[in-house]
């Protein structure tokens, strides 16, 4: 008997691919943005007219456009990107908590691939090395995870 092993592979060419930004937090979530791009078009050969890019206010509204698009089924791949950053009060918790359960519950009640590239830092510094600089660009793997799904959900479907 052998074991069967399903593989997520980069490139999809022909898959549509949702990205939904806030724009609270801008000079970090564009560098996501920018991040998550490059590695659509890079190792998923995505053509741009396959990519459409929708800006909100923040992270808390973040869920309800994705949940739109998952509705409209015209993508194959959602990702979510943002930069919520704790300051002194209790509203970066509920920030937080708030945006992941919304992707998550957009992602089960729609069987819908949408990958997370919300950031949750503590300080601002942490948020610059998380979107591109020595942790990476999160964008960037939030992508690269969409792509890899895209072709992991297409093969269970086979």
């Known amino acids: 008997m052998s074991v069967n092993f399903i593989d997520g592979i ?26 998550a791009l490059d ?4 190792e998923g050969q995505v053509c741009d007219e396959n990519i459409t890019v929708v800006r909100v206010p923040g992270a808390i509204e973040i869920p309800l456009a994705l ?3 998952a509705k409209s089924g015209k993508y194959d791949a959602l990702i979510a990107l943002g930069c919520v950053i704790r300051g002194a009060t209790y509203h970066f918790e509920v920030v937080a908590n708030e945006c992941a359960k919304g992707i998550t519950q957009v992602t089960l009640s729609n069987r819908m ?10 300080t601002l510094d942490e948020a610059v090395q998380r979107a591109g600089s020595k942790a990476g660009n999160k964008g960037s793997e939030a992508a690269s995870a969409a792509l890899e799904m895209i072709n992991v959900m297409r093969q269970l479907k086979d």
Not at 39 to 42: Q, S, Y
């Open 10 to 35: 980069k490139p999809c060419q022909d898959a549509k691919v949702g990205i939904v930004v806030s724009r609270f937090n801008s000079f970090i979530c564009e560098r996501l943005l920018d991040g």
């Open 113 to 122: 691939i949408v990958s997370n590239g919300v950031l949750t830092t503590n």
């Open 39 to 42: 590695t659509l078009k890079r």
């Open 67 to 69: 949940e739109a698009m």
